[in-house]
């Protein structure tokens, strides 16, 4: 899974639908996997077949089965995405299906967080981007946009751009194709002192 | 005299190894927070287990570790281990790797027929494990319930479990602080439960998004250490990744004698320490919302979200209370539930009730639901499941007569476990069903593909199982 994001450009597929929760992203169902492979067909199960089974009838209207977003690697949704649990199967599932972004007015922290990690990049926008957006895909599918990390700004369909916060260790970790366990590995010495001054209350051996 | 801190500051400000980046060439580098207590289960955590195992790293701290089996572990009591392998073999292998992995590294692990066993944020007060001033995290949301007894609790995602177990450590932004003062004395039949489905409900499940909650007042200081619990466990429904309670004499005698608690001059100790933790005269949150406890009435959900809620005795917002670009989801929720704006709750027929969960499975939750259902029966062609939270919750409730209560009720008493608040071991509404259900999330299928739930008090949740019908309590027990 490639861990780096510089720079891409792409069709939208959008989910205009607010509080869009981990449960929904992937159903616990799909949870009883020891690594993170085949997760992509679980993505948004529930809305996306009938009764939920990937084996089953695929729901046509749903956006992820409309074939003018077929091709689409950026999801555009609403407000508050990815609430709920902190499970990490849903930058999984989403970076699994092919996606490499997400745009909303905001996100729930453990998905940003977990998110960021998985080399999905979570873009926020405020309201009046995120409806004009909306109101582009809606006039045409084809709709594309630039999202450039390292200038941190979006191009808007009519032209221009804005940008958006990320946060910058995070950034600087996409650009360089880095990961933050590395970054932490590297403090050994700092924790090892902290531990020497702050000895434990606690044993959970002693129960 | 230095500045006055929060509670969360003094916990935070004790725990960082280095600080957040503020010279230039570190701008914008996260802190490196040590960890004091983590908490594993069996669903987040086995590919933080294989990124260890890729780089050849040893668990730093298993004495600061603690596994449980909780989330997928069925709650029929006539499902042994062998029996788990044929009906669920994906469920079962999970927990073989949790086994596995914590048997390599040393890590204590509650597992299948251990006494100790139980749902992770159950167990870990239960235990006396999580600690007043104390972080603790674990691969779950839910981690904020610790917070009730003074503790920075959160939930991480499954590449940060790989990081605490490789270092204790883990990389934070300083979140902003939000004080949540509920004033005033609750009235009869309104429970911890209430109170924070009302705040959710205030402030809406985006509301604590980047900040953590401490919940202050009156209302607060009067529960007990299950309800201070029940309400820091749904901090994440409010946004919020923590939720904090200062400690105080309560929690002080909750704790005393557990199992993995100080004892003797380590006590003493840790008293003196723990009297410092509360937040400082003078000290300032981020924002502060005051809610009136004396005005809160039973809460019950009745969309898809926590924060959808309403007074048991109101009704379903209509259509023009909600904001106009709120609407398409809102009618969404209503779709799914099958209910319709300006809808009474009261009376709904329902088909399961569920007592149970991280939220409400604790001794204490029983009782409350016992004390309704004593001498009554429950409503025909209700199904009515009872889960403690732990083993030992399970055990005191037998030997204290609670579970023959329910049994001669009508309802099923059932293994401790995760259960039916996130339906991953099989037990799960059908298609269609309603039921009322004292769990924390009532998403989109959360308690079974097309389920609907009203999340309610384990007090309306026994009512409701003897009605067969959501009900305001109060009505039963006048
Ligand atoms: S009881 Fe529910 S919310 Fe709590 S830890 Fe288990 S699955 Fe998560």
Redesign the pocket.
């Known amino acids: 899974m490639s861990n780096s994001f510089t720079r891409f450009t792409g069709t939208m597929a959008p989910l205009p639908i607010q509080n869009i929760d981990t449960d929904q992203i992937i159903p616990a169902s799909y949870l009883k996997v020891t690594d993170r492979s085949g997760l992509a067909s679980g993505l948004f199960s529930r809305w996306r077949y009938r009764d939920g089974d990937p084996e089953g009838q695929p729901i046509a209207d749903f956006v992820l089965n409309r074939a003018e977003h077929g091709e689409a690697r950026i999801l555009l949704a609403g407000d508050n995405f990815g609430c709920g ?1 902190s499970r990490e199967h849903a930058p999984w599932a989403l970076v699994g299906y092919g996606f490499r972004a997400v745009i909303s007015t905001s996100f729930a922290d453990i998905f940003r967080s977990n998110a960021l990690k998985n080399g999905l990049l979570v873009v926020p926008v405020t309201e009046e981007i995120s409806a004009a957006l909306f109101d582009a895909v809606a006039a045409d599918p084809a709709t594309e946009v630039t999202i450039d990390l390292e200038a941190q700004t979006l191009s808007l369909p009519g032209g221009g751009e804005t940008n958006f916060e990320v946060d910058p260790f995070a950034r600087r970790c996409l650009l360089d194709g880095t990961d933050q366990f590395g970054y932490l590995l590297n403090q050994a010495a700092a924790i090892q002192t902290f531990e020497a001054a702050n000895p434990s209350r606690l044993d959970t051996r002693s129960a | 005299m230095s500045r006055p801190q929060t509670l969360f500051e003094k916990i935070w400000r004790r725990h960082v190894v280095a600080p957040e980046g503020v010279a230039a060439e570190a701008e914008g580098l996260p802190a490196t927070l040590y960890v004091d207590l983590h908490l594993v ?1 069996e669903v987040t955590s086995p590919q933080a287990f294989t990124a260890l195992a890729e780089r050849g790293l040893p668990v730093r701290r298993p004495d600061l570790t603690l596994a449980t089996m ?2 997928s572990t069925p709650t029929d009591p006539s499902i042994d281990t062998a029996r788990l392998r044929v009906i669920d073999p994906e469920g079962s292998a999970q927990l073989d790797h949790l086994q596995a992995n914590c048997e390599r590294h040393g890590i204590p692990l509650y597992a299948m027929g251990d006494e100790r066993r139980g ?3 159950v167990i870990g007060p239960e235990l006396g494990a999580t600690q007043p001033g104390m972080t603790v995290v674990c691969g ?3 981690t904020s319930t610790h917070g009730a007894v003074g503790a920075l609790a959160f939930g991480i995602g499954t590449s940060e479990v790989g990081h605490v177990l490789a270092t204790q450590c883990l990389l934070q932004h300083r979140p902003k602080t939000y004080e949540i003062r509920v004033d005033g004395r609750l009235q009869e039949g309104v429970v911890a439960k209430d109170i924070i489905l009302a705040v959710i409900a205030r402030l809406g499940i985006g509301g604590g998004t980047g900040h953590v909650f401490e919940y202050t007042g009156e209302a607060i200081r009067a529960l007990d250490m299950e309800g201070r619990m029940t309400v820091c ?1 749904m901090s994440i429904e409010g946004g919020a990744r923590a939720g904090l309670i200062a400690p105080d004499e309560v929690t002080f005698s909750y704790l005393e004698g557990r199992a993995m608690a100080p004892a003797g001059d380590a006590w003493e100790t840790a008293l003196d320490d723990w009297r410092s933790l509360p937040t400082d005269e003078g000290a300032s949150y981020d924002k502060t919302t005051t809610l009136d406890g004396s005005a809160l009435e039973p809460m019950v959900t009745y969309g898809t979200n926590p924060g959808m809620a309403i007074p048991i005795a109101g009704a379903v917002p209509e259509d023009d209370a909600i904001e106009p670009e709120k609407r398409a989801s809102f009618r969404k929720a209503l779709d799914y539930m099958a209910l319709e704006p300006g809808q009474q709750l009261q009376g709904k027929p329902i088909d399961v009730v569920f007592v ?4 409400n ?1 604790r001794y204490s939750d029983l009782v409350a639901a016992a004390n309704v259902l004593r001498g009554r029966k429950v409503a025909d062609g209700l199904r009515v499941l009872i889960v403690p939270g732990s083993d030992a919750v399970k055990r005191q409730a037998e030997r204290d007569g609670l579970a023959q209560v329910f049994v001669d009720a009508g309802a099923e008493w059932r293994e401790a476990g ?2 039916m ?2 339906a ?1 071991n099989g037990d799960q509404l059908a298609p269609g069903q309603y039921a009322v259900s004292t ?3 009532n998403f989109e299928g959360r308690q079974g593909a097309g389920g609907r739930t009203f999340l309610a008090s384990p007090l309306t949740a026994a009512a409701s199982a003897i009605t067969g019908r959501v009900t305001d309590v109060r009505e039963v027990l006048s």
Request: net charge negative; with cysteine; glycine share 4%.
């Open positions: 649990s | 289960h909780d989330h749902i992770v944020h779950d949301s839910h466990n149970g969960s991280c939220t499975s995760c259960s608040c996130l991953m769990s924390n999330r």
